[in-house]
T-cell receptor
Framework: AQKITQTQPGMFVQEKEAVTLDCTYDTSDQSYGLFWYKQPSSGEMIFLIYQGSYDEQNATEGRYSLNFQKARKSANLVISASQLGDSAMYFCAMVYTGGFKTIFGAGTRLFVKA | GAGVSQTPSNKVTEKGKYVELRCDPISGHTALYWYRQSLGQGPEFLIYFQGTGAADDSGLPNDRFFAVRPEGSVSTLKIQRTERGDSAVYLC????????????FGPGTRLTVT
């Protein structure tokens, strides 16, 4: 069965530093997509970045990059130059082409310190 | 442009009652998802629509839950004989469809069953 594991319930980072949020996934499918979403305290989920299972290059979107290691089944999110507004919950998610069910991890709460 | 909207934003109901939660997706988005998010957890997939049809309803917990999207736009999640365990935030998301497209989430409906 498909599963997403986020092992860091909470992370602290100093403003302007980089931080890596871990995500591992479990699937027997060859074709799938990996997403990261941000959920601020306001509650609305915000798309950050996408990585396809066949993409050879790591995805980047501004200050966000995805460290995709397919053999290890990991898709870690790297946030560079952290800002106070980055304080939020971050969720890793997977969609597989066997269906359209989207599986989310339990999330990591990031605290950015001034 | 307008994002995904959900009504009501809050719903308090008594155990055993029937509730309907509404989702208005982004215009032109053919794919629509419903999720349930309990406190401190990631969103839990409930159902996925492509157009008017439920392409994947494997996440519906039992037959008390039902969702429709009769014209391929607005969707309604219906919960019969509500139980206290149904209390959660119900999120709706829409996308252009397919695994490569990000989902745009609504603000959610907080359901409380007393």
């Amino acid at each position: 069965a498909q599963k997403i594991t986020q092992t860091q319930p909470g992370m602290f980072v100093q403003e302007k530093e980089a931080v890596t949020l871990d995500c591992t996934y479990d699937t027997s499918d060859q074709s799938y997509g990996l997403f990261w979403y941000k959920q601020p305290s306001s509650g609305e989920m915000i798309f950050l970045i996408y990585q396809g299972s066949y993409d050879e290059q790591n995805a980047t979107e501004g200050r966000y990059s995805l460290n995709f290691q397919k053999a290890r089944k990991s898709a870690n999110l790297v946030i560079s130059a952290s800002q106070l507004g980055d304080s939020a919950m971050y969720f890793c998610a997977m969609v597989y082409t066997g269906g359209f069910k989207t599986i989310f991890g339990a999330g990591t709460r990031l605290f950015v310190k001034a | 442009g307008a994002g995904v909207s959900q009504t009501p934003s809050n719903k308090v109901t008594e155990k055993g009652k029937y509730v309907e939660l509404r989702c208005d997706p982004i215009s032109g988005h053919t794919a629509l998802y419903w999720y349930r998010q309990s406190l401190g957890q990631g969103p839990e997939f409930l159902i996925y629509f492509q157009g008017t049809g439920a392409a994947d309803d494997s996440g519906l917990p039992n037959d008390r839950f039902f969702a429709v999207r009769p014209e391929g736009s607005v969707s309604t999640l219906k919960i019969q004989r509500t139980e206290r365990g149904d209390s959660a935030v119900y999120l709706c998301a829409s996308s252009l469809g397919g695994v490569t497209y990000e989902q745009y989430f609504g603000p959610g409906t907080r359901l409380t069953v007393t």
